[in-house]
């Protein structure tokens, strides 16, 4: 009886690595999708594609207003952060919060989730 048990438990245990890729791949698939639905009306991940807002390909680790050929305001100029998963999501829920002043309207992405993937696709581009 035992054994049975430890097998099934070393089964599902060496499963977890593909599990938790397989996860983190269907994290950035949707995350694609939900950039494609919010965020692409405004911004490209594609250099050779013009976009209202500033590329954002290299967003994540990348000083906040710094990306050459896009006008920001000085608001986001002069905010002196970098762009993390945190930061990213607390732009998504309420920019003009996070920082004041900045030209972009108001995004409004609450949902933690919705977040979550946006940011786990934009992680992915370079």
Request: charged share 20%; with cysteine.
């Amino acid at each position: 009886m035992i054994r049975p048990i430890f097998s099934a438990l070393a089964l599902i245990c060496l499963s977890l690595p593909a599990q938790a890729e397989t996860f983190e791949k269907v994290k950035v698939d949707a995350g694609a999708e939900l950039f494609e639905t919010a965020c692409k009306r405004c911004h490209s991940v594609d250099a050779d594609k013009a976009s209202y807002g500033p590329l954002l390909n290299g967003v994540v680790g990348r000083k906040a207003g710094t990306k050459d050929g896009y006008p920001y305001s000085e608001a986001l100029e002069n905010a002196g952060f970098v762009w993390t998963p945190g930061a990213l999501r607390a732009w998504m829920e309420d920019n003009d919060a996070f920082v004041p002043g900045t030209k972009m309207r108001h995004v409004g992405i609450e949902d933690p989730t919705v977040q979550d993937f946006i940011v786990s696709y934009l992680t992915t581009l370079h």
